[in-house]
């Protein structure tokens, strides 16, 4: 019925250090475009390290794995660094803004990288961006002039800039407190509805997750529900 | 990619660190100010040595050499063809010293393109006379105008005028140290003996000084004719032919074709003066390997900070591959870092390199022995500016080289994941 955006297809993923261990195990499963997908489990189960092969950003693993019908096996830095550009907004715990930069030039970095619109589209788009998370009033601060808060809604506004097909996100809400963790749910959840964006969104708190379209339960570097 | 966004990232890294990435230029600018203010200073001091003779020498010289036959009779022997032969029974005969055919040479020389002009010479040995003793000297017999115009005769000539060779009969213009031996002034009349016993007298209108002790202690200038006088010889006779060229590099190959053409001997300039060429090349090799040391420590001080840099901005640059620039974009950001570092410190002392030299330039230096040197010698060669220049941009970028490819080569998951 929609289309298939991500697809793993038996991802595995082997640490040589200290001692070879699996720590992910034949992994399988679909997003779909407009899905809200929460992935819960234990600490240590491997849900960063999953992610972070689902995002191209690590590329030492066995299984295949398909973005946008195309497969991300064998493919060179720069290719893969032009899939994260313009295909997937990658939302981190930590704030990673970079403190050089204003607000609005940390959520243009990327849109400029891709240079599909003009610069000045550009600062356009990161205005309306940052207007959806309701902070363009701060978009000529600096990152270290804003609450936690406020920086992971600068961090998703980057993360939307090239309208990815999917976004990526580590345990967004695991450094917020309650209501801004809240503030941040709904915005993914408008982002879903309003704008049918595909969202996938590891998480350890079991409220965020209960309330997504559909959580993939892992344990020990597998699925054990989805 | 486009370069405006990288120059943007680069700039906006720089700032941010502008105190360290101050210190750094300020060490290229330091090296280049040092590099072209030591160059100038030597090139011009090397100038001003070989200035010493090399102005004052010509291209090639014409000259004919008392020798031995080359032939001597028992090599013409049918019998002792195939032998070495010692026997030398011919020795040089009562030859004289002068070119023949001067006219013609002189012709010849003149049409020829390459040259640049030609100045004619006698050589001749004298004893000047002082009360009870002789004291021995050699009188050059010169053209004052072609001597002057192709040798820089008049820098020499410190009292008195040179023309005066010319224009007052059996004048001289005596080296200073021979002067003033013989307690001769400007107006005396002295007196000198020839190599064969005549005597003559000549008044003294000038004094020369070249810098070189040997050479004003013996030797004197007159006119052609008076020299020619003095030798008792007639109009023809001319002992040297002096010939500038339009292009020194040409002497040597010139003086063998000379040297065939008219059957005389001729030297060039870079043979016989091979000894200035070593200390110039070894004075310019110094400067050049004392400025190349500073901007290699320069460089040091660039890939120093550029990794202190690297490290700092590794969450940065790890946020940057992770939003979709690739390592080429990240190597590119810190080489362009690297590279305004070299060409912002490298102008600055580019210029600070010239009001050096510049205030060298003014410095007084005065020396009795070098008459036309007033200031310390600089030479503005717009060559060490672009050496210069070069230098720093490629220090630089090898300094900033391998920091750079480490930056590109940061893994960001590490960097997340250590968070
Ligand atoms: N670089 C590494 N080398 C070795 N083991 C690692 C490394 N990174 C993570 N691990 C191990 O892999 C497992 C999964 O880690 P991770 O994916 O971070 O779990 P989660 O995000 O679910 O808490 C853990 O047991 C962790 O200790
Ligand atoms: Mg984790």
Redesign the pocket.
């Known amino acids: 019925m929609k289309d298939k955006i991500l697809d793993a297809l038996k991802i595995s993923k082997y640490?040589?250090?200290?001692a070879t261990?699996k720590?992910i195990k034949e992994i399988s499963f679909s997003v779909m475009k407009g899905e809200f997908v929460s992935i819960i489990?234990?600490?240590?189960?491997?849900?960063?390290?999953?992610?972070y092969i689902l995002s191209t950003m690590d590329t030492s693993y066995e299984g295949e794995l398909f973005l946008d019908g195309q497969s991300m096996k064998n493919r060179i830095e720069s290719d893969l660094a032009k899939v994260r550009n313009e295909k997937i907004g990658f939302v981190f715990q930590f704030h990673y803004l970079l403190n050089e930069f204003s607000v609005l030039k940390n959520v243009m970095l990327p849109g400029l990288k891709l240079a599909k619109f003009t610069d000045k589209e550009v600062e356009q788009r990161a205005y309306d961006k940052l207007k959806i998370l309701g902070i363009q009033s701060e978009a000529l601060k600096y990152p270290n002039q804003l609450s936690g808060g406020e920086k992971q809604r600068v961090a998703i506004a980057r993360s939307l800039i090239n309208d990815p097909l999917i976004i990526m996100g580590?345990e967004p809400t695991g450094n917020l407190d309650k209501k801004n963790s809240e503030v941040v749910f709904h915005i993914f959840q408008e982002l879903a509805q309003e704008f049918n964006q595909s969202l996938l969104i590891?998480t350890h708190d079991n409220e965020f997750a209960q309330k997504t379209n559909r959580i993939i339960e892992?344990e020990d570097?597998r699925i054990i529900r989805m | 990619m486009k370069l405006k966004l990288i120059t943007d990232v680069s700039r906006s890294f720089l700032i941010a660190r502008w105190k360290q990435t101050l210190v750094a230029a300020i060490g290229v600018t330091f090296s280049i100010t040092m590099f072209i203010a030591l160059l100038s200073f030597m090139a011009g001091l090397n100038d001003l040595l070989d200035g010493l003779i090399l102005n004052r020498t010509a291209h090639i010289r014409l000259y004919n050499e008392i020798k031995p036959s080359k032939l001597q009779p028992v090599d013409l022997s049918e019998i002792y063809k195939g032998y070495y032969n010692f026997v030398n029974s011919i020795k040089p005969k009562n030859e004289k010293a002068a070119i023949y055919n001067t006219g013609a040479i002189i012709n010849t020389l003149n049409k020829d393109s390459r040259v640049l002009g030609i100045a004619p010479k006698i050589t001749a040995q004298v004893f000047f006379n002082v009360g009870a003793i002789d004291l021995t000297g050699v009188i050059n017999g010169i053209d004052a105008e072609a001597e002057n115009l192709f040798f820089k005769f008049s820098d020499y000539v410190i009292s008195g005028n040179y023309m005066d060779l010319k224009n007052i009969p059996n004048s001289i213009i005596m080296g200073k140290g021979a002067a003033e031996k013989m307690l001769a002034n400007i107006g005396d009349v002295i007196q000198v003996t020839t190599a064969r016993g005549d005597r003559i007298q000549l008044k003294v209108v000038g004094y020369f000084q070249s810098g070189i002790r040997d050479i004003d202690n013996i030797q004197s200038y007159a006119s052609i004719s008076t020299t020619q006088k003095l030798l008792g010889e007639s109009d023809g006779y001319i002992t040297d032919i002096q010939v500038k060229l339009k292009d020194i590099l040409l002497a040597p190959a010139l003086a063998k074709q000379y040297s065939r053409l008219f059957d005389v001997d001729a030297t060039d300039i870079q043979t016989a003066n091979a000894q200035y060429e070593t200390g110039s090349f070894v004075r310019t090799l110094i400067s050049y390997a004392v400025g190349i040391t500073l901007l290699i420590v320069a460089g040091f001080g660039i890939y120093n900070i550029l990794n202190m840099m690297i490290y700092e901005k590794m969450d940065s640059i790890a946020i940057l591959k992770a939003t979709g620039f690739s390592g080429k974009d990240v190597h590119r950001i810190f080489l362009t870092i690297a590279l305004s570092i070299g060409i912002f410190g490298g102008l600055l002392g580019l210029l600070l390199g010239f009001g050096l030299s510049a205030i060298i330039d003014q410095i007084p230096f005065v020396t009795a022995s070098l008459p036309t040197i007033k200031t310390y010698p600089v030479d503005y060669n717009p060559a060490f500016y672009v050496i210069g220049g070069i230098f720093s941009i490629a220090t630089t970028y090898m300094a900033g080289f391998f920091p750079s490819r480490k930056a590109s080569k940061i893994d960001p998951v590490?960097i997340i994941?250590g968070k």
């Open positions: 640490f040589h250090d200290p261990v720590v489990g234990k600490s240590g189960c491997g849900k960063s390290t999953l992610l580590d590891v892992m570097g | 590490i994941r």
